[in-house]
């Protein structure tokens, strides 16, 4: 079991910049291939970004290419999501997952892979 608590968002104006962070308890966080996804009022959850479980390899949806950045802290048991330029299309509440699959898979952008989710965090860009 894995509890997933993010934090840092809040209302920015557009190009402003915020980083939320998710902090894991449970087992161990290096074991998991960590994702980021967001959903916005009357739209479906969307992927992010996602990283692997050393932080080597990441992936991003198109959307965010050159202006968010994933990265992670094992030895603080943490993921992080930088987002620059922040657009007015951006607001939604962000939420990560954890991902425990096996080792030919250094990430996922797929949400049912994910196999545990926090509450979310919300963030707002005024335009």
């Known amino acids: 079991q894995v509890q997933l608590l993010e934090s840092g968002g809040g209302l920015v104006q557009a190009g ?5 962070s998710c ?3 449970g087992r161990t966080f ?3 291939i960590m994702g980021w996804f967001r959903q916005a009022p009357g ?3 969307e992927f992010v970004a996602t990283i692997s479980r050393g ?3 990441t992936d991003y949806a198109d959307s965010v290419k050159g202006r968010f950045t994933i990265s992670r802290d094992n030895f603080k048991n943490t993921v992080y ?12 509440v962000y939420h990560c997952a954890a991902a425990l ?15 545990y989710w926090g509450q979310g965090t ?3 860009v005024s335009s």
């Open 16 to 20: 402003a910049s915020l980083r939320l």
């Open 122 to 124: 919300q963030v707002t």
């Open 101 to 115: 699959l096996g080792a030919s898979v250094s990430t996922t952008t797929n949400p049912t892979a994910y196999n």
């Open 55 to 57: 932080g080597i390899n």
């Open 30 to 32: 290096s074991d998991y």
């Open 23 to 25: 902090t894991a308890s």
């Open 81 to 92: 999501l930088q987002m620059d330029n922040l657009k007015f299309e951006d607001t939604a």
């Open 43 to 45: 739209k479906e959850r």
